[in-house]
């Protein structure tokens, strides 16, 4: 029987609602995200990828529609609650990385765990772990903003993955990587999707994503296209 | 919430005053010298009032002077007995004063009192004489009581003059005569600044070196008896005689703290404008005016903090600066005040002539001044940096990260 992590039915996002600038973002859109698989949504620049990532991942509250996680309703729950379901269950890979400048790249990997009670030096341990799983284990001391796009990348990654959230919600995760290196992070998320049941959901226009991908929602518009 | 989590937020904050670097400097420089101008003048405010006071506390409850078409003029003594006949009054005591050149351009104070009406009195500036001189004798001319920082002034003049009880020194008179005086005491004050540089002679003695006839006298010098109202004896007096002036503690001690605080007003504008300087750099550089700022809470957000953890940090880190730059600017204000003798600021808050004080500015550090300096640098900057990180923190992490 399929297990289903994430249920959304009827979002809506409406931007500057009421003003002369009105926009809808996504429209009327409806989803089911498999536990422990890896969903990604596809669509062109525009059609409201990162929108609805951002409402998965607690980031934002839809204007209409049900979100549930867990068969919990969780769009309308205090904001306390959806932080500390963030905190506690999803990792994020930003597009835009989001990386803290002049922040070493372990001291951008540990930042999920410094809101929690594990020690500095445990959570620097798992940083330093994650890095070595990203092959950045020789960069992992230096400033951000002296690695390269690709390696800012995967410190976004690393930091996503560190809490091991049930969910990995990834913008554009291959974005700045090369062929290797987009085989051998598809390959280790796969990995730990199996290994831990890490739900995974990735938007995306990468051909190498999608094939990887057990599930792909199309968005075009703001609505919900296609599902394969 | 555990320690551990405590903790982490402190170390991310602290590290965040570190990795702003050069924001945390400037914000600290501004408030050093803010805090260092703030608490000089208030050090040197506190001092000159605890002077004030002192001074006061050894002079007459009330002065009684005579104008003349708005200017200072002689009392005739008969105001002596019209002042006597009031209830209220203790004693009313003729002086006669005046400036004298001490020889070296600088200027001492000469005062004439009745020996024995002024001696009688507990407290009275000059007759807490030290160690082996004694006060006036009311048979004996020529004799002088001074101040301690007389005796400093001589002795660190250009040529240093050893003055003491049994020095003959010689005063110049109204007419240009030398006339020879004996020192009999040296007496202590509280105060450095308005009795510091006093002599003391008797009234005679006195008449005679300014050249005032012996009907007539400086002013009065009034106590009232304790428990009586001040104002209510002035005011009668004031009625009594139509061409007095008459000056209650109170009213020579606001007079005296308005043209002081003219001065400090302007210093207290020119703090207020470098406080604001950093205020609004504080205000700029945090999450309302940066964008970096304000995508890092948006960050911590997403990430699982909570906005009392945001909260946190940013109250860990402005109380770090905002303790970092009062501390270090009090402690540079002890220094410059207490240590240098507040160069330049002394001279143009007090007007004086301060060479006169060898024993120091009148110097007072307060809690008041020193609570005050910390809540003026800490309160400001938390609110500049907290406010604007609450409201980006109850925003939705996605609006404050993508600036929607």
């Not at chain 1, 698989?37 to 951002?54: D, E």
């Not at chain 1, 769009?75 to 500390?84: K, M």
């Not at chain 2, 104002?231 to 109170?250: G, H, K, M, N, W």
Request: charged letters at 20%; one cysteine or more.
């Amino acid at each position: 029987m399929t297990e289903y992590l994430i249920q959304a039915e009827g979002l809506w996002k409406t931007y500057g609602a009421g003003g002369p600038r009105q926009v809808d973002a996504l429209r009327n859109i409806s989803l089911e995200i498999e536990r422990g698989k890896c969903t990604a949504i596809a669509g062109p620049s525009g059609s409201g990828k990162t929108t609805l990532l951002s409402i998965l991942g607690l980031l934002a509250r839809p204007s209409r529609g049900r979100l549930s996680i867990d068969r919990e309703e969780v769009s309308q729950v205090s904001e306390v609650f959806r932080t500390r379901i963030r905190r506690e269950n999803i990792g994020f890979v930003f597009q835009a990385q989001y990386l803290i400048p002049r922040l070493t790249a372990v001291d951008n990997v540990v930042i999920p765990q410094l809101c929690t009670d594990v020690s500095r030096r445990e959570a620097g341990a798992a940083a330093q772990k994650i890095l070595v799983q990203l092959g950045l284990e020789s960069r992992a001391e230096f400033p951000v903003e002296q690695l390269s796009g690709g390696e800012q990348q995967r410190v976004s990654i690393a930091r996503g993955l560190i809490n091991s959230p049930r969910v990995l919600i990834a913008d554009e995760p291959s974005a700045s990587m090369d062929d290797v290196l987009i085989t051998e992070l598809l390959s280790l998320l796969r990995e730990m999707s199996n290994q831990r049941k890490m739900t995974v959901v990735v938007a995306s226009h990468d051909p190498r994503v999608l094939d990887w991908s057990d599930t792909i929602y199309s968005l075009r518009n703001g609505e919900l296209a296609e599902k394969r | 919430m555990g320690l551990r989590r405590h903790t982490n937020l402190a170390s991310y904050a602290l590290g965040s005053v570190v990795k702003y670097r050069s924001r945390s400097t400037i914000i600290v420089l501004g408030l050093i010298v803010s805090v260092t101008l703030l608490c000089s003048v208030e050090f040197i405010r506190d001092g000159v009032v605890l002077d004030l006071s002192a001074s006061l506390e050894e002079g007459p409850d009330i002065i009684i002077q005579r104008l003349e078409a708005g200017r200072q003029a002689l009392v005739p003594l008969s105001w002596k007995e019209t002042v006597s006949s009031i209830e209220e009054v203790r004693v009313s005591t003729p002086r006669v004063w005046g400036y004298m050149d001490a020889g070296n351009g600088k200027l001492l104070t000469v005062m004439g009192v009745n020996v024995t009406e002024y001696s009688d009195i507990f407290g009275a500036v000059g007759t807490t004489i030290l160690s082996t001189g004694r006060f006036l004798d009311a048979n004996m001319t020529g004799e002088l009581v001074i101040g301690q920082g007389i005796v400093d002034l001589m002795n660190s003049a250009a040529s240093p003059v050893t003055i003491g009880v049994g020095s003959e020194i010689q005063l110049i008179d109204y007419q240009g005569g030398l006339v020879p005086f004996e020192i009999v005491g040296v007496f202590s004050t509280e105060s450095k600044i308005h009795s510091y540089d006093m002599v003391l002679t008797d009234i005679v003695s006195a008449r005679g070196l300014f050249g005032v006839n012996v009907s007539a006298c400086t002013d009065l010098a009034v106590w009232i008896d304790a428990g009586s109202n001040t104002d209510s004896v002035a005011f009668i007096i004031d009625s009594s005689l139509p061409q007095s002036r008459v000056l209650t503690q109170e009213g020579i001690r606001s007079a005296s703290l308005r043209s002081y605080e003219s001065q400090a007003g302007l210093v207290g504008l020119l703090w207020t404008v470098i406080l604001m300087s950093v205020v609004l750099l504080a205000f700029a550089a945090s999450s309302a005016g940066s964008d970096e700022a304000r995508r890092e809470v948006g960050l911590l957000k997403a990430l699982g903090y909570d906005t009392m953890d945001v909260l946190e940090i940013r109250t860990i880190e402005s109380l770090v600066l905002g303790f970092i730059g009062a501390n270090i600017g009090i402690s540079t204000a002890i220094v410059f005040d207490f240590v240098f003798g507040a160069p330049l600021l002394a001279n143009y808050l007090l007007g004086w002539d301060l060479v006169l004080l060898n024993g120091g500015l009148p110097l007072v550090i307060s809690v008041e001044a020193v609570f005050g300096a910390y809540f003026v640098s800490v309160i400001p900057i938390l609110v500049a940096t907290v406010i604007p990180a609450w409201r980006n923190a109850i925003t939705e992490p996605d609006s404050v990260l993508r600036g929607l």
